[in-house]
């Protein structure tokens, strides 16, 4: 079942792939292209080692806690102005950031740049989907869409390493700039407009679903910073409790909900969202205290911390032309399945790092398997999480998509903030040897629990011979 209207092919389709993949990896990589040039912004602003995690989290929160009031945007507003509207608001934020004197201002820019990613990213996902027609077209387009969501994360941290040893860690937001300008000039002349519709903004389950999750992941920071019986930390989690049990509700009464909870009725769909917060969670997890050890542990400058990481990079853009011939000819469930494997094998192999690891073996090589088991299971996911949606239930799904993207890049690096404190003792490179082994070991139980997830919630339906995305997967293989 198609799950939007059915439109004609995109007239210039490299274009239009060409705008969306550059809008959706300009919001994907910004959420790590901070990363590699966390040391100089907490030399340059004054940050403590905690509180350093929300230079990446803020931005994640406000990108994940919104995208389901900007899908709903796309949909009363039409798909591209809100495309466009999105990315501007983007751009003027990398700039006000770039430009950041303080700590406080550089967490207010990064605030805004995730609302304008918020309002952009869940049209880029809508108009691939009408632009290209269901079968193998569409079943690449997202293998590439995928492998974006995959790898934005690796091109940011080697971009953000460039830029921050080439020039200054400011150009890390800076370089948005003329992008975001070039996408903007381009989307009216390429990409299709979308009909709009009458009908509410859920600003309720918008506000209360972001306070939720902020009050979350403020907790799991705040409680590594001082402790579990904290105070405030248990304050946060109460007050997270308090706002997500308010969603909820006000979803189920709402006359248009920006989240209908019909789309949690199929087990495919709950399965694949699950699984991608756990995988993303544990890659953002990784990457974070990964790129922290080669740098303060290793001596790596921020250039090299970057360029280590193209290894899974690489991986990932590398199964862009296999996946969709694996779909074909082994179906979505092994291609997944083997995809998890290869990542836990890789995570498991990296675990093992200390002070004076060979990169070659003991660095390049797991991370080259993680690239390829992500870019082996981001496509089935993606698939398993629109296929069969209803049409009027698509912009929803298709923000759902990046709300667990999102939120599993939050919450696995607030997770792994409370890990890394209780495994490390002492300061400096000293705390990062003893922490960082134990934050990609638990990293690796993420992959494993996205394993179970996939083997126990989805299998069912994934096996299905009617599937969406089985029909999709053989469509891709002929």
């Not at 390429?190 to 992941?217: N, Q």
């Not at 890659?283 to 911390?305: D, I, P, R, V, W």
């Amino acid at each position: 079942m198609n799950f939007l209207p059915q439109r004609r092919a995109a007239t210039n389709p490299a274009m239009v792939l060409a705008i969306i993949l550059g809008c959706y990896l300009m919001v994907v990589l910004d959420a790590s292209v901070v990363i590699t040039a966390l040391p100089d912004i907490r030399t340059d602003l004054g940050f403590s080692p905690a509180s350093l995690s929300w230079v990446q989290n803020i931005y994640a929160l406000a990108f994940g806690g919104l995208l389901l009031l900007g899908a709903r945007m796309g949909d009363l507003l039409g798909r591209r102005q809100v495309f466009i509207g999105g990315i501007a608001l983007f751009t003027v934020a990398s700039m006000l950031g770039g430009l950041a004197q303080s700590e406080t201002w550089l967490l207010a820019a990064r605030a805004l740049q995730g609302v304008g990613a918020a309002i952009a990213a869940p049209s880029t996902l809508a108009l691939l989907t009408i632009s290209f027609p269901e079968g193998s077209e569409r079943t690449r387009a997202i293998a590439l869409y995928s492998a974006v969501a995959s790898a934005g994360a690796s091109i940011g941290l080697v971009l953000g390493g460039m830029l921050t040893s080439w020039i200054s860690w400011r150009w890390s937001l800076f370089i948005n700039v003329p992008i975001g300008a070039v996408l903007i000039s381009l989307a009216p002349a390429y990409l299709p407009e979308t009909e709009r519709h009458t009908g509410e903004f859920d600003f309720a389950g918008a506000i209360t679903s972001t306070l939720g999750m902020s009050a979350l992941v403020y907790g799991l920071v705040r409680a590594a910073e001082t402790s579990w019986g904290d105070a405030v930390a248990l304050g946060s989690f109460a007050a997270a409790a308090v706002m997500l049990a308010a969603f909820v509700a006000i979803e189920k009464r709402v006359r248009q909900p920006i989240t209908p909870l019909r789309l949690f009725a199929s087990r495919e769909r709950v399965g694949a969202y699950a699984a991608r917060l756990l995988m993303v969670g544990a890659m953002f997890g990784m990457f974070f205290y990964l790129t922290q050890f080669l740098q303060g542990a290793e001596g790596y400058s921020a250039l090299k911390a970057g360029l280590a990481f193209l290894p899974v990079t690489l991986s990932i853009f590398a199964m862009v032309k296999v996946v969709p011939r694996l779909l074909g000819r082994v179906g979505p469930q092994w291609t997944l399945i083997g995809g998890l494997v290869l990542a836990l094998a890789g995570l498991v192999w990296l675990s093992r790092i200390t002070t004076g690891t060979d990169y070659w073996t003991g660095i390049a090589i797991p991370m080259a398997f993680i690239g390829v088991g992500m870019g082996l299971a981001f496509t089935p996911l993606t698939q398993a999480a629109i296929a069969g949606v209803d049409n009027h239930d698509a912009g929803a799904a298709s923000g759902l998509v990046n709300v667990f993207q999102q939120l599993g890049s939050t919450i696995g690096i607030g997770v792994l903030v409370t890990v890394f404190a209780a495994a490390s003792d002492g300061e400096g490179a000293k705390a990062l040897a003893e922490g960082v082994p134990t934050t990609i070991a638990v990293s690796a139980g993420l992959v494993a629990a996205a394993l179970a997830v996939v083997l126990v919630v989805m299998r069912p339906a994934v096996r299905t011979s009617r599937s969406p995305i089985r029909q999709d997967a053989v469509a891709a293989g002929e």
